[in-house]
């Protein structure tokens, strides 16, 4: 045993000790991001990074709305540029950067060594800082920064321009980018997507109950996800979206619960995927926000609960958006084992939400939850968003050690390594893994 191994065993006995472990192993454990819309760099304009698109994230479009006098129209009329200095004018010049969005810019620049005390508050001092920088070192900077080992993408396969990069298979030319299979179209529009599918070869008919139909939309997804070796399947629903799991045999199913069960948990099963559910999303409120106009809903998680009762071998990776829920969803993940809840989504990746989710998550799930995922829609957003949860999540488990510590429970800086490692990554690698294990399971290999 070196002496490093000596010391990481030793059993820790003051709060300030515990205290600078934590915030250490906390600061410096990589994370694997399980849900992103972040992109390698082989699908060229679907990867955005830097300042321009920073301050275009619909999360801080939706704030600059609420200062300025320019209609919608006014503002999509203009050029990206021109759009990034009026959400800086607005948002950073002429008020203070207070939200979570708009704090979220200045950590992030200030992390890649854009400090606003030199860069002050002149955007174009920040553009001609990265102007010289290439995608490929931006990225190898911010995962560095940031301290992420892998990125999970969101994968879209009724986008024509990423099904190119697929189909000429640049998708995964960069290992620390992994795939999910987005099937939102298929399960909430189903007619478009039938057309989507007759023209990708697909020969299903409208009726999404027919069973040539079925077998032709299991030909597609298992299609895609092998193409891009997909790690889960996943899905927004809104909080009203009817999963009929109880329904008498006389009543028509809707093609969610008909697609759902004939094609895509079938799917998910055979190939050992985890299915992903990100529950409670009321799309377009106010559609002349676009991506910026969706809102969050209460969900009914009888749709939840149907599922894990139904199929006890699927693997359901879970986020709900209202914090209405967030009581019912952590209480339900005691309930059924193949549930794995997962991040402050959203309206809830705030301080103050992150805050009081994921004590609560500790006090009723242990270790056995995914804290964070990121939703990053800019590559840079990585570095604020898990500075700012890697802090929170120090504070809340300072807070559970030291109950421990004082009750004599003395905790090791290996086993902290241990939990933290699990947190941010490990438990997701484990639904991975009992997905597969499912798969040979009801295989029998
Ligand atoms: O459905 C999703 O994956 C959501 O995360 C997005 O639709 C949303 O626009 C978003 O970026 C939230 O963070
Ligand atoms: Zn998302």
New binding site residues.
Partial sequence: MNVHQAHVNEQITTFSELEKVIRQVTTETRVIDM???LYAEAFNEHLLWGIDELLQYHYLTAEFFRHTDMTYDEYWMLDNASRAEAVWQTLFVDRSPLSEAASGVITALNRLGLSPTQYGRDLNAYRAALAAKSTSQQIDDVLEVAKIERIVM?NDPFDAKEREVWQASRGKSDARFDAALRIDKLLLDWPAAAQDLRVQGYLVEDDASAPSTLQEVRRFLKDWALRMDALYLMV?LPGDAGYEHNKAASVTSSSLTILLDGAVVPVCLELGLPLAL?IGVRRQVNPLLRLAGDMSMRSDLSLLEGIAKRYTNLELLITVLARENQHELTVLSRKFRNITLFGC??FLHTESMIRELTAFRVELLGTSFIPQHS?CRVLEQLINKWDHSRGIIADILISKYNRLLKDGWGITEEEIRRDVEAYFGGNFQRVLDKAKQNRQLIQGT
Wanted: charged share 10%; aromatic share 22%; glycine share 0%.
């Fill in positions: 849900h992103t819309h969101t927004s990100m989504w959203w939703d």
